[in-house]
């Protein structure tokens, strides 16, 4: 926290990866918040065998549902950690609009 004329505060941002932040909260809202992990945990629960993703390769098109989206997502992220990737530190994902791009950055998300 930061303390200026005697009152302390959160601030409502850092440019510290450690760094603790208030989040704005609107209290009049009923919903609750929740993380991205469980955000896409509840659609797959809801929606698991349904599409979340088609693209073409080679002219055909290729359909990846909820559930596979979400496993696919899970393994890039134990990959990333694998590959050293630390809490708070930041992943370059280089690519044009296709599956393997939105599969790494929830699965840097997932990574922490």
Known sequence: SECRNGLCFEPLWTTFADSVVKLRIDHSCSQIPI??????KETVDKYGPLNAMASKKNGEWEKITFAEYYNLSLKA??????LGLERFHSVAI????SPEWF???VGAIFAG
Do not use: E, Y
């Open 35 to 40: 993380t991205v992990h469980q955000m896409f």
């Open 94 to 97: 280089l690519g044009f609009n």
């Open 77 to 82: 992220a134990k990959s990333f950690l694998k």
């Open 103 to 105: 599969i790494s950055a």
